[in-house]
T-cell receptor
Framework: GAVVSQHPSWVICKSGTSVKIECRSLDFQATTMFWYRQFPKQSLMLMATSNEGSKATYEQGVEKDKFLINHASLTLSTLTVTSAHPEDSSFYIC????????????FGPGTRLTVT | SQQGEEDPQALSIQEGENATMNCSYKTSINNLQWYRQNSGRGLVHLILIRSNEREKHSGRLRVTLDTSKKSSSLLITASRAADTASYFCATVLYGGATNKLIFGTGTLLAVQP
C-alpha cells in the first residue's frame, strides 16, 4: 500500500512554455502533499506544502507565481512550472501523507524536467 | 539553513564490507529518518528512529541516534552491489498543522562487486 505516482516521468520543454506535473496517491487519501526539487548530486529541497482544498504554503525563496500548486482532491496535486527557463531544469519529487501532523510521507518516483 | 550535514559525501567499498554514514542536524527532533535514493529515482523510506531511542535495527541496517550530539549514523552490514545508492537522513520540522522533512546533504555509496 501507500503508493504515490507522478506523471510524467520525464519531460523536455522549450524555454518560455509551461509544464504541469501530476502527483497522485493511488491507495490512500493524501490530506497533505509536499513538492521537492533536487538538483544533480544535491539533496532534496522542500518547495511547498499543500493541503487539500487550501492554498499551498511556499518555502522561502520559492516563487509562488512561477510554481503553481493545486491540490484540488485528496488524491491529486499538480505542480505547474510557468514560463520555464533552463535554470528550472531539475528533478521534481512529490510526497504525500494521510492527515497532518507527524505522519509518514510516501514519495513519488520523481519527474525529470529539462528546459531547452 | 535547517539542512543537516552528512559525511562522508561519497563512499566506495567492496561487496561484503560494512558501510557507515553519519548525519548531524541542528534542531531538536521528534524523530529522524533515513531514506535511500537510487540514481534518478524517488526515495525509499528505510528506517525511523524516535528521539527516545538510541539504536534501531532493520535487517542489515543499524541506526544509532545521539540527541546530545545531534547526530545519527546508518550502518549497512555485509553490503551488496544493490546497496549502491544515495542515502539521506531527514528530520521532521513541525510547523502548524503539517510536518516538513528537512533532508541532509546525502552520502553517495558505491559498492563494488
Amino acid at each position: 500500500g501507500a503508493v504515490v505516482s507522478q506523471h510524467p516521468s520525464w519531460v523536455i520543454c522549450k524555454s518560455g512554455t509551461s509544464v504541469k506535473i501530476e502527483c497522485r496517491s493511488l491507495d490512500f487519501q493524501a490530506t497533505t502533499m509536499f513538492w521537492y526539487r533536487q538538483f544533480p548530486k544535491q539533496s532534496l529541497m522542500l518547495m511547498a506544502t499543500s493541503n487539500e482544498g487550501s492554498k499551498a504554503t511556499y518555502e522561502q525563496g520559492v516563487e509562488k507565481d512561477k510554481f503553481l500548486i493545486n491540490h484540488a482532491s485528496l488524491t491529486l496535486s499538480t505542480l505547474t512550472v510557468t514560463s520555464a527557463h533552463p535554470e528550472d531544469s531539475s528533478f521534481y519529487i512529490c510526497s504525500a501523507s494521510e492527515g497532518s501532523g507527524p505522519r509518514e510521507q510516501y514519495f513519488g518516483p520523481g519527474t525529470r524536467l529539462t528546459v531547452t | 539553513s535547517q539542512q543537516g550535514e552528512e559525511d562522508p559525501q561519497a563512499l566506495s567499498i567492496q561487496e561484503g564490507e560494512n558501510a557507515t554514514m553519519n548525519c548531524s542536524y541542528k534542531t531538536s527532533i521528534n524523530n529522524l529518518q533515513w531514506y535511500r535514493q537510487n540514481s534518478g529515482r524517488g526515495l525509499v523510506h528505510l528506517i525511523l528512529i524516535r528521539s527516545n531511542e538510541r539504536e534501531k535495527h532493520s535487517g542489515r541496517l543499524r541506526v544509532t541516534l545521539d540527541t546530545s550530539k545531534k547526530s545519527s549514523s546508518l550502518l549497512i552490514t555485509a553490503s551488496r552491489a544493490a546497496d549502491t545508492a544515495s542515502y539521506f537522513c531527514a528530520t521532521v520540522l513541525y510547523g502548524g498543522a503539517t510536518n516538513k522533512l528537512i533532508f541532509g546533504t546525502g552520502t553517495l555509496l558505491a559498492v563494488q562487486p
